[in-house]
């Protein structure tokens, strides 16, 4: 994986690189500041990863880093902080992110948190077919795409709901509905993402798969009658 750091203790910065050099990743850059990372992105630099402190001494902070990369690039969002109060996660939560880890962290937190994030991206190729890797504990079961009802999002947990039972996913909404196909998955809204193939009834502001009332926003309703051709 290629990875960007964004930390302005050049101590911390050291560590990081050493760390995640050992488990096999490339630091493609390491940054200070806002304007540091705007300078990597005009450079070409594509990370998989960034690695961000949210409390940088600039006028930009962490949170503004993440917007950046939002925008010019596909690489998930890794904060770091050496706090975790409510303000701190509020933000975390409205940008999506992706992970943190909270200083000061050990070399196996590192791991951990680029292993669920490099974990994400294997079940890309099983996409490709007609079937996904999902977790569930300490496995990886195979599901076929075509037997999930739903997805309902609860902060940095998924629950997909299939025809005969449920599954619960440590990863955002945003995270799966980058890994589904578009279509027959439709995102309805903030909370849920659906399976077109499974819509029952369309109402004014609302789908119904089997016996649940899914909320439908204006726009998503649109794409659904693209996709629906109603």
């Given at each position: 994986m290629k990875i960007l750091v964004v930390e302005d203790d050049v101590f911390v910065q050291e560590d990081l690189k050493e760390a995640i050099s050992l488990l096999g990743h490339e630091v493609i850059a390491s940054c200070e500041s806002y304007e540091d990372v705007v300078s990597c992105l005009n450079e070409g630099i594509n990370p998989d990863i960034a690695l961000i402190d949210i409390q940088l001494s600039t006028s930009?902070?962490?949170?503004?880093?993440?917007?950046?990369?939002r925008k010019e690039t596909k690489s998930k969002v890794i904060f770091l902080t050496s706090r975790t109060d409510d303000r701190i996660l509020h933000?975390?939560?409205?940008?999506?992110?992706?992970?943190y880890l909270v200083k000061p962290f050990k070399s196996d937190d590192i791991k951990v948190a680029l292993s669920l994030l490099t974990f994400e991206n294997t079940i890309k190729q099983p996409l490709k077919r007609e079937d996904i890797f999902i977790r569930s504990g300490h496995e990886q079961?195979?599901?076929k795409?075509?037997?999930?009802?739903?997805?309902e999002a609860d902060d940095n947990y998924v629950t997909i709901y299939f025809k005969e039972g449920r599954k619960l996913l440590t990863m955002s909404l945003k995270a799966l509905e980058e890994e589904l196909p578009s279509p027959p998955f439709l995102r309805t809204n903030r909370s849920y993402l659906v399976n077109t193939n499974h819509v029952d009834k369309v109402g004014a502001g609302y789908v119904i798969i089997g016996f649940k009332e899914i909320p439908i926003?204006?726009?998503?309703?649109?794409?659904?009658?693209?996709i629906l051709d109603f």
């Open positions: 930009y902070d962490g949170t503004d880093v993440a917007e950046l990369l933000k975390a939560k409205q940008l999506e992110i992706d992970g079961i195979r599901v795409l075509a037997e999930i009802l739903y997805a926003n204006e726009s998503s309703k649109l794409k659904l009658k693209e």
